[in-house]
């Protein structure tokens, strides 16, 4: 039996998109050119118009595929409702350290997300709410859990921040990093349980620590007596 027209127009959207992704990673949205992707999702130029609008749109709905794909891949960890929060925090850097692929090769995927961060296209605010921001706010929840006093949404955003800066920190600079340590260290430096392990202790400590001092303003220094 042959295929019906629809099924025969989701197979060709979802080709133009296998092959975009990758293009749009390597090459960037403004490098990136319609015909080239056409050419490698064997497909005419004006596919492109017909499916996706323009190649704004079909950008923005590679970088949504990347997203969902990698969700897929590591989706976010389940606990049950007496779950620790220590044992929340721990998950919560392990699946993140997954999903930005330390010190391997990286994924297209991961590869489009990241240019996305670096220099943001109108794709980064639906990225954003659909995708970063309820990952965030749940990370927030599980500090306001390990914290030991109130804290103000200024220092929870601050906190949240430091948290997946350590993790993005492996990404980012992943080659620098290479070149700052040993030779027979850098396995053991980027390995996922230690980097896990120590970003969930190295956090725990810093939030620990936050209810032992008490701000204090400055106060104008005083003369010194002889």
């Known amino acids: 039996m042959g295929r019906s027209p629809m099924n025969r127009e989701d197979t060709t959207k979802n080709r133009i998109l296998a092959a975009a992704g990758p293009i749009f990673a390597q090459r960037g949205f403004q490098q990136a050119t319609v015909r080239e992707i056409c050419d490698a999702a064997d497909v005419n130029l004006a596919s492109i118009n017909y499916y996706f609008g323009d190649k704004q749109q079909l950008y923005i709905d590679s970088v949504i595929l990347a997203r969902e794909q990698r969700a897929q891949q590591f989706p976010f960890p389940s606990w049950s409702d007496d779950t620790l929060p220590e044992v929340k925090l721990r998950k919560f850097v392990g699946m993140l350290l997954k999903r930005v692929v330390v010190m391997q090769t990286i994924p297209w995927q991961v590869q489009?997300?990241?240019?996305?961060?670096?220099?943001?296209?109108?794709?980064?605010?639906?990225?954003?709410?659909?995708?970063?921001?309820?990952?965030?706010?749940?990370?927030?929840?599980?500090?306001?859990?390990?914290?030991?006093?109130?804290?103000?949404?200024?220092?929870?955003?601050?906190?949240?921040?430091?948290?997946?800066?350590?993790?993005?920190?492996?990404?980012?600079?992943?080659?620098?990093?290479?070149?700052?340590?040993?030779?027979?260290?850098?396995?053991?430096?980027?390995?996922?349980?230690?980097?896990?392990?120590?970003?969930?202790?190295?956090?725990?400590?810093?939030?620990?620590?936050?209810?032992?001092?008490?701000?204090v303003k400055s106060s104008p220094r005083t003369s010194e007596t002889h």
Request: net charge negative; hydrophobic share 40%.
């Open 112 to 215: 489009l997300l990241m240019r996305e961060i670096l220099n943001p296209t109108e794709a980064c605010r639906q990225l954003v709410e659909d995708y970063f921001r309820p990952i965030f706010d749940r990370l927030l929840r599980i500090v306001d859990e390990l914290a030991e006093q109130p804290l103000t949404d200024l220092r929870r955003t601050q906190i949240g921040f430091s948290i997946i800066g350590q993790c993005l920190h492996y990404r980012f600079s992943a080659g620098v990093i290479s070149l700052m340590v040993q030779e027979d260290q850098r396995e053991e430096c980027f390995d996922w349980d230690e980097l896990t392990h120590h970003i969930t202790e190295f956090s725990l400590a810093a939030i620990r620590n936050l209810g032992s001092h008490v701000a």
